[in-house]
């Protein structure tokens, strides 16, 4: 099984950016997408309907704004919007999809740049994320857990470490909840099979970093460690464009 996840930075621009042709291409059983930017009721046939897929959105009250979306080939068991907290569910960040041999979350965690209480707010939001993915854990289920988690979480992470301690995305307290993750006893999927530097997800478009791969690796697929060995590859496709993030791919073997 192949799932693919990538923040398309507006799925009405991607649309019109060759977004179906690389879809059609790469067939995953699984898409995850963040950052769909639109209300279902904005969107056309095409993207409601593509191909031989189901999907399902999350989207955010305020328009034009966050949101999330799931395409699959494979009918889910059970489908739950949000964490069921008003408080993080108006901003349309998560899908909870079950399947018979793991339960997976869509998630588009909060960017802290906006200030203090934005960065509040996105430590809140991975407490009550983890706090919900650990309790499907506590059923037995084997957890993944991927999307734009807006967090390099070390130095090999991001192109301009040092410039960037005191810049949301690597403040120390995002990065120890990363470390925190991890203890809890999930696992950084793509570092398992690839520990190389230069291999990122998000590029700045104002300052064209793309061109020059000064870029930060913030998009992830997590899986609790009774996930792992149904893991066979996860991998970063930084050749495909049409987003200011790139996708990421993980392989089960079922």
Same mark, same amino acid.
């Given at each position: 099984?192949?799932?693919?996840?990538?923040?398309?930075?507006?799925?009405?621009?991607?649309?019109?950016?060759?977004?179906? #042709?690389?879809?059609?291409?790469? /067939?995953?059983?699984?898409?995850?997408?963040?950052?769909?930017?639109?209300? +279902?009721?904005?969107? #056309?046939?095409? !993207?409601? =309907?593509?191909? #031989?897929?189901?999907? &399902?959105?999350?989207?955010?009250?305020?328009?034009? &704004? @966050?949101?999330?979306?799931?395409?699959?080939? =494979?009918?889910?068991?059970? +489908?739950?919007?949000?964490?069921?907290?008003? &408080?993080?569910?108006?901003? $349309?960040? +998560?899908?909870?999809? *079950?399947?018979?041999? %793991?339960?997976? %979350?869509?998630?588009?965690?909060?960017?802290?740049?906006?200030?203090?209480?934005?960065?509040?707010?996105?430590?809140?939001?991975?407490?009550?994320?983890?706090?919900?993915?650990?309790?499907?854990?506590?059923?037995?289920?084997?957890?993944? +857990?991927?999307?734009?988690?807006?967090?390099? =979480?070390?130095?090999?992470?991001? /192109?301009?470490?040092?410039?960037?301690?005191?810049?949301?995305?690597?403040?120390?307290?995002?990065?120890?909840?990363?470390?925190? !993750?991890?203890?809890?006893? &999930?696992?950084?999927? %793509?570092? *398992?099979?690839?520990?190389?530097? *230069?291999?990122?997800?998000?590029?700045?478009?104002?300052?064209?970093?793309?061109?020059?791969?000064?870029?930060?690796?913030?998009?992830?697929?997590?899986? @609790?460690? *009774?996930?792992?060995?149904?893991?066979?590859?996860? /991998?970063?496709?930084?050749?495909?464009? $049409?987003?200011? =993030?790139?996708? !990421?791919?993980?392989?089960?073997?079922?």
């Amino acid at each position: 099984m192949r799932i693919l996840c990538w923040n398309i930075n507006g799925i009405r621009a991607a649309w019109k950016k060759g977004f179906p #042709d690389w879809f059609s291409a790469e /067939a995953p059983d699984i898409l995850c997408l963040q950052e769909t930017k639109a209300q +279902v009721e904005q969107l #056309d046939h095409e !993207i409601l =309907h593509f191909e #031989d897929y189901k999907c &399902y959105f999350n989207s955010a009250e305020k328009k034009g &704004y @966050s949101g999330v979306a799931i395409y699959t080939q =494979h009918t889910p068991l059970n +489908v739950q919007n949000g964490l069921g907290d008003p &408080y993080f569910d108006s901003e $349309g960040r +998560v899908i909870e999809m *079950e399947f018979e041999k %793991f339960v997976l %979350f869509n998630v588009y965690f909060p960017n802290g740049g906006r200030g203090p209480e934005r960065v509040k707010y996105k430590l809140d939001f991975y407490d009550a994320l983890f706090r919900r993915a650990e309790s499907v854990r506590l059923q037995n289920k084997k957890i993944i +857990v991927c999307g734009d988690y807006n967090t390099a =979480h070390k130095e090999i992470d991001l /192109a301009r470490p040092k410039e960037n301690v005191k810049t949301s995305g690597f403040l120390p307290e995002e990065r120890s909840w990363m470390d925190k !993750i991890v203890e809890m006893g &999930y696992i950084d999927t %793509f570092r *398992e099979f690839n520990q190389q530097p *230069e291999w990122y997800t998000y590029w700045d478009q104002i300052t064209r970093a793309r061109e020059r791969n000064v870029g930060w690796r913030i998009d992830y697929f997590f899986v @609790s460690k *009774e996930t792992r060995p149904m893991v066979t590859n996860a /991998a970063i496709h930084m050749q495909v464009m $049409g987003s200011d =993030h790139c996708p !990421i791919e993980l392989q089960l073997a079922l």
